[in-house]
């Protein structure tokens, strides 16, 4: 059986009245940047606009729906009220613009992986997969004005727009954005996933990752485990049938064995596990190399349900937080949008232990604004949580 989400701590007016998000994302930053090499410009007096001020004022520029600009930012600046938040001066284009060449990425990455160290758990997990590492790894891409000439073309439906990927492992047992890395859209996404592999993680993702059979031995190298889903297509060679339960069948299982992929000797796969589920709605071909006893038939393919929480979160950055349009245009300005988008998210599920829906999303930027009082925030995020909804298919 499926668990659903747990239900969230109650939140108080007494805790809404501190929920400052730009205050907590400084208290953090101070402590990474804090200890850091930063570049010598910051060491200039004379220098007015620090990493602090940039950096909380981009973040700012992602919770404001007002705002879908570097410009926008910068005019934002000079309010009275967003400058006594960020703590800094009104900013010129031209200093936010410099800013991303002196500011280091990796830094916001190590407040990233801090954050989600801390993060509690989005939902109650299934007993069956709490003690497994599982990662779905999957890209997602943002397009990029003609002017940013670093982004290579060759993306979108036509083939002739350019593009950033965001390449995204996405903890599947406690429902949080896990690693990250930004490259342009023509990168290659199984490459990412050798570049983010780590020892002991099981890494879940779809029919693109289950052609390439070089990876599956790549990822069992590494003392790694994965779950992918197969092309109907795919050249099976059984080896050894392995018996069905009655629990696997319940599911829709059929045909559960020991096989090798590939029409030839010398393209063949290593020996994988593979599950063919058939329902009356769909048809699965997954492939793992975990062991039977680790992760029977019918859990290969709850496992593998479970990736479809990976789109919803991009569907989540992109649409609820609205983080569509790009406010910088190099490479490193970029680069800490993402991140800095990544690190929102974190800190919403720090403070209200989910992801906050439209509406609630809506109140929050209110609150943040001050068009709403603590106590209409509160009311608006007790009246329900953003589930994660049934588990989907690519």
């Given amino acids: 059986m499926d668990h659903g ?3 969230p701590a109650r939140i108080t007016e007494a805790q809404l009245h501190n929920w400052e998000l ?3 994302f400084r208290e953090v930053l101070g402590k990474t940047y804090g200890s850091a090499k930063l570049h ?3 060491d200039d007096p004379r220098r ?3 990493y602090a001020s940039y950096l909380s004022l981009f973040l700012l520029g ?3 729906p007002v705002v879908t600009s570097m410009r926008g930012l910068c005019a934002a600046s000079q309010l009275p009220r967003v ?9 010129s284009l031209g200093s936010f613009s410099e800013m991303q060449s002196v500011v280091d990425p990796t830094l916001l990455y190590e407040m990233f992986r801090d954050l989600v160290e801390r993060a509690p758990a989005l939902a109650q997990p299934d007993p069956r997969l709490k003690n497994l590492n599982l990662l779905a790894q999957d890209g997602s891409l943002w397009r990029a004005l003609p002017r940013m000439t670093w982004a290579e073309y060759g993306v979108g439906p036509d083939g002739e727009a350019k593009g950033v990927r965001l390449h995204l492992r996405f ?3 406690r429902g949080v954005p896990w690693d990250a890395r930004v490259d342009q859209g023509k990168s290659c996404e199984r490459q990412a996933l050798r570049d983010m592999l780590v020892p002991a993680q099981i890494s879940v993702g779809d029919r693109y990752y289950g052609e390439d059979y070089r990876l599956f ?3 069992d190298r590494a003392g790694a485990g994965f779950v992918f889903r197969l092309k109907d297509n795919a050249v099976v060679h059984e080896e050894q049938v392995l018996p069905l339960s009655q629990a696997d069948r319940a599911v829709g299982v059929v045909r559960h064995a020991w096989v090798r992929l590939g029409a030839t000797p010398a393209k063949q796969s290593i020996r994988v596990r593979l599950v063919e589920i058939r329902t009356s709605t769909q048809h699965l071909l997954l492939v793992t190399n975990l062991p039977v006893a680790d992760a029977p038939a019918e859990l290969v393919g709850l496992i593998y349900r479970r990736r479809w929480q990976i789109e919803l979160f991009f569907r989540w950055i992109k649409c609820i937080l609205r983080n569509r349009h790009l406010f910088a245009e190099s490479p490193q300005g970029v680069t800490i949008q993402l991140y800095l988008a990544l690190i929102a998210a974190v800190l919403f599920q720090m403070y209200t232990g989910r992801r906050p829906t439209k509406r609630q999303m809506e109140a929050i930027q209110f609150f943040l604004m001050g068009w709403a009082s603590a106590e209409d925030l509160a009311r608006l995020l007790e009246r329900g949580t953003a589930k994660v909804p049934n588990a989907k298919t690519s």
């Fill in 217 to 219: 031995r790549d990822i």
């Fill in 83 to 91: 400058r006594a938040t960020i703590a800094g001066p009104s900013v």
């Fill in 22 to 24: 730009v205050e907590t």
């Fill in 48 to 50: 007015e606009l620090g």
């Fill in 171 to 173: 903890h599947l047992v």
């Fill in 5 to 7: 989400p747990c239900k």
């Fill in 62 to 64: 992602l919770f404001n």
């Fill in 40 to 42: 010598p410009t910051f």
